[in-house]
Nanobody, 119 residues
Framework: HVQLVESGGGSAQVGGSLKLACTASVRTKCMGWFRQAPGKEREGVATIGSAGSTSYADSVKGRFTISKDNAENILYLQMNSLKPEDTAMYYC?????????????????WGQGTQVTVS
């Protein structure tokens, strides 16, 4: 069983930056970040495969960067040029496959989330 713990959320100004981290209890294959704003469905933000291939939602391309430290089992999300619409609870996820799409159905394990607020 994989345990995921997110950190790094908080408040930021419009145009600012935040970096999220997700520590996994064991080595994982594909991983991703999702977010859910109040009253909205959970949406995929970015994913990274075991070989390092990445996918991004159109809404964050060019602003967010997903990366992974395989030695430490830590997933990161660098968020730049933040917008108010980036405000949401951000969740880390891990899957059994070497590559995962940006849909939640690809993932088997979820963290508890970390709040990001942009104003």
């Amino acid at each position: 069983h994989v345990q995921l713990v997110e950190s790094g959320g908080g408040s930021a100004q419009v145009g600012g930056s935040l970096k999220l981290a997700c520590t996994a209890s064991v080595r994982t294959k594909c991983m991703g970040w999702f977010r859910q704003a109040p009253g909205k469905e959970r949406e995929g933000v970015a994913t990274i495969g075991s070989a390092g291939s990445t996918s991004y939602a159109d809404s964050v391309k060019g602003r967010f960067t997903i990366s992974k430290d395989n030695a430490e089992n830590i997933l990161y999300l660098q968020m730049n040029s933040l917008k108010p619409e980036d405000t949401a609870m951000y969740y880390c996820a891990a899957g059994h496959r070497n590559w995962c799409g940006i849909q939640s159905s690809w993932f088997n394990y979820w963290g508890q989330g970390t709040q990001v607020t942009v104003s």
